[in-house]
């Protein structure tokens, strides 16, 4: 989806549910930037529980994080071209999170640990293979590689599709839902 559906969506959201919140992913273009940065560090983390989704808000910031985890903090809203600067990065693709596929049957998850020590957890038509750990009492998880079936065949997804994946198993899993 591109970014201004994404910001009415958030803004709705706002409107109708205050207390319900969305997370998306904002992938930047790789032209965004004077050098080469990987996907994982053009992707940010944002949370529909920015002032510029909400109604009435006199400051319009968007606060997010990059998926690498290099750069948080990052007042997205500043560095927009999509928020009005020119020459601003360039949004490429956005998603939300929670209205990725399979996500209504991650409640009906398997958990199958693998030799390698990763472990995949398999719900609807999705795998997604992952490094678990444990910390103040929470699952973590760290992204290694999914797969989803498309057309009858299992196609690898990207990485920053999986680490989506992880956001929502590590909720889930933690009862954070």
């Not at 500043?78 to 020459?87: C, F, H, L, V």
């Not at 990725?100 to 472990?119: F, K, Y």
């Amino acid at each position: 989806m591109n970014y201004g559906e994404m910001k009415q969506i958030f803004q709705e959201l706002k409107r109708t549910s205050p207390k319900d919140d969305l997370t998306a992913h904002i992938i930047f273009t790789e032209g965004s930037f004077t050098k080469e940065y990987p996907l994982l560090s053009r992707t940010y983390r944002v949370s529909s529980d920015n002032k510029a989704f909400w109604p009435h808000m006199f400051s319009k910031s968007i606060f997010a994080g990059c998926l690498d985890g290099t750069d948080q903090g990052v007042r997205l809203d500043w560095y927009m071209a999509e928020e009005g600067n020119a020459d601003g990065w360039k949004v490429e693709d956005c998603y939300i999170l929670e209205q990725m596929r399979d996500v209504a049957a991650i409640p009906h998850l398997t958990r199958t640990e693998q030799e390698d020590g990763t472990v995949c957890y398999f719900f609807g038509d999705t795998c997604i293979r992952v490094r678990e750990s444990h910390e103040d009492g929470k699952i973590r998880l760290e992204p290694v590689a999914g797969d989803q079936t498309a057309c009858g065949e299992w196609v690898e997804l990207p990485i920053d599709r999986v680490h989506g994946y992880c956001i929502l198993l590590e909720r889930y899993l933690n009862r954070e839902v």
